[in-house]
């Protein structure tokens, strides 16, 4: 946490609670699919938080550390330093495996669906709105690349408006995990450990984050 804080001493330290809130305000997994705009409202308990992230977020939450979380004033120097999530979906033969962000702002070179998506949020008037404590990164250090777990297309729209388009970006606060565990979507190897069988023949796994 110290580490954090020096880098960053505007930053304040968040519970996991306040993330979970947020990714629910967004819509939750797969908010960009969703044909209306109506969703159900956030619960009002963290512990029904939490359950409801569990059954929307299994991905999020089953290659996701423990972390220390933070909210801190995006800068827009990360855009060099951020990485688009490693999902299969966002490959492309002429983007190769470029993950970073300020490497992926020539839209032609994503598949259609998402390209489609961060073209429709380039025209939104107020996008760092949709980002303000709305979008989360994922990291091992303060002084590292950090992936984005959510909030992939928007920040992706904004980077190119602001790094093709010189559009300046009005301040808006994003949430940073860091943890020494590794993740799946940081791009680390993960390992799964076998786990004791409950019944003949069963296989049980867990993923080894530390």
């Given amino acids: 946490m110290s580490e954090f804080l020096k880098a960053y001493p505007h930053a304040r330290q968040v519970t996991l609670d306040k993330v979970i809130e947020s990714w629910l305000e967004t819509g939750g997994s797969g908010a960009s699919k969703k044909k209306s705009d109506v969703k159900a409202p956030t619960p009002s308990t963290a512990q029904e938080r939490y359950k409801q992230m569990t059954k929307e977020g299994g991905l999020f939450l089953r290659f996701l550390p423990h972390c220390d979380w933070y909210e801190v004033v995006f800068d827009v120097a990360w855009f060099y330093r951020v990485l688009l999530i490693d999902e299969a979906s966002w490959k492309h033969e002429s983007a190769g495996g470029k993950r970073r962000l300020a490497n992926r702002t ?30 989360t990164l994922f990291g091992h250090s303060p002084a590292g690349d950090w992936s984005i777990l959510d909030g992939n297309h928007r920040l992706l729209a904004l980077a190119s408006l602001h790094l093709r388009d010189g559009r300046p970006v009005k301040p808006f606060s994003i949430f940073v995990g860091l943890s020494h565990g590794p993740c799946r979507w940081h791009g680390d190897p993960v390992e799964w450990q076998e786990r004791p069988e409950r019944s003949p023949g069963e296989k049980r796994y867990i993923l080894k984050i530390w």
């Fill in 106 to 135: 020539e839209l032609g070179a994503l598949p259609h669906a998402h390209r489609a998506r961060v073209e429709q949020l380039r025209s939104y008037p107020q996008l760092e709105s949709l980002l303000d404590r709305k979008a």
